[in-house]
């Protein structure tokens, strides 16, 4: 079966400290993958995407993500996170060419501390 | 800007009570999904439709169906709700935006409370 791991459930970080989410999937083939942001009382969000080509991604607010192929991951960063990126982060996985199916991570929850 | 709408933001009602959550997206897209979103377990996909009156079964089916009438529109449906329905439901639309490569956008979510 699909699966998406997110290596931490929750994070507690100061502001200024770096940030590393750690996303794998369990499948081969061509992948898409995808970050969601989801703030406090908001809907998800698109913070980046990777479809092909260079293998890191910006994204908004500062964000990058970087695809490991042979690692099976997609691994979210910022170097300097701030008290507004408190939010529950998604990884997804959608494999190209298998149509609709997307497929979520459990999500890590991210409090920043001002 | 894509819009995704959901008729309620918060839904309380009692068990054994027929449910209808509403979804609306302004965008054309053909896609749309229902997922329910707990705690710890992620978004999890109930039903998708890829074209009018055309769905097919997620991950976690049992106790939902769906409708689509119209092309912006998409139900989802509680036949009898039940307490362990208590959950964040998300809608969704998609549409291509490369090769073979779809991207999705949210609604708000109707957070539902089943008593």
């Known amino acids: 079966a699909q699966s998406v791991s997110q290596h931490n459930h929750h994070v507690i970080l100061s502001e200024a400290a770096s940030l590393e989410l750690g996303c794998n999937y369990s499948y081969g083939g061509t992948v898409n993958l995808f970050w969601y942001v989801q703030y406090p009382g908001q809907h998800l969000q698109l913070l980046l995407k990777y479809f092909s080509g260079d293998p890191l991604v910006k994204g908004i607010k500062g964000f990058e993500a970087e695809f490991i192929k042979s690692k099976f991951s997609f691994n979210l960063r910022k170097p300097s996170v701030q008290w507004s990126d408190t939010a529950e982060y998604f990884c997804?996985?959608?494999?190209?060419?298998?149509?609709?199916?997307?497929?979520f991570g459990p999500g890590t929850r991210l409090s920043v501390l001002p | 800007d894509v819009k995704v709408t959901q008729s309620s933001r918060y839904l309380v009602k009692r068990t054994g009570e027929k449910v209808f959550l509403e979804c609306v997206q302004d965008?054309?897209?053909?896609?749309m999904f229902w997922y329910r979103q707990d705690p710890g377990l992620g978004l999890r996909l109930i039903y998708f439709s890829y074209d009018v009156k055309m769905k097919e079964k997620g991950d976690i089916p049992e106790g939902y169906s769906v409708s689509r009438e119209k092309k912006e529109r998409f139900s989802l449906i509680l036949e009898s709700a039940s307490t362990n329905q208590t959950s964040m439901y998300l809608c969704?639309?998609?549409?291509?935006?490369?090769?073979?490569?779809?991207?999705?956008?949210f609604g708000p979510g109707t957070r539902l409370t089943v008593t």
């Open positions: 969704a639309s998609s549409f291509l935006a490369g090769d073979s490569s779809y991207e999705q956008y």
């Open positions: 965008m054309d897209h053909e896609n």
């Open positions: 997804a996985v959608n494999r190209r060419n298998y149509g609709q199916n997307f497929v």
